[in-house]
């Protein structure tokens, strides 16, 4: 599967932006799609995951409650809504396609296909 990444862009803290991921190939409904963010200088961490129904999702601690993540499967698409952005916010955002369910799905070695990234600024 190749992922698309989109939606990036500046905004300003407090604002709200939503990231698209765009997925061509076949069987898109039956994988596990993950949102992951790279800042500068630090190592990629894990953001978002949606099970391929849709019916569970998962987010860490930083930004559970402002980060929502869901998918359209008939379009083959996966989404990052996030609202009350803050400045640590700002990273290269990077969707990500898993065949399988593993325990371990907030690593990125849990995914097997990755989408070329897209920017978020937030300024304050």
């Known amino acids: 599967v190749q992922l698309q990444a989109s939606g990036g862009g500046l905004v300003q803290a407090g604002n709200s932006l939503r990231l698209s991921c765009a997925a061509s190939?076949?069987?898109?409904?039956?994988?596990?799609m993950g949102w992951f963010r790279q800042a500068p200088g630090k190592e990629r961490e894990f953001v978002a995951r949606?099970?391929?129904?849709?019916?569970?999702?998962y987010y860490p601690d930083s930004v559970k409650g402002r980060f929502t993540i869901d998918r359209d499967n008939a379009n083959n698409t996966v989404y990052l809504q996030m609202n009350t952005l803050r400045p640590d916010d700002t990273a290269v955002y990077y969707c990500?396609?898993?065949?399988?369910?593993?325990?371990?799905?907030?690593?990125?070695?849990?995914?097997?296909?990755w989408g070329q990234g897209t920017l978020v600024t937030v300024s304050s």
């Open positions: 190939g076949r069987a898109f409904s039956a994988y596990f």
């Open positions: 949606i099970s391929p129904s849709g019916t569970n999702t």
């Open positions: 990500a396609a898993s065949r399988y369910a593993r325990v371990d799905y907030y690593l990125t070695r849990s995914y097997d296909y």
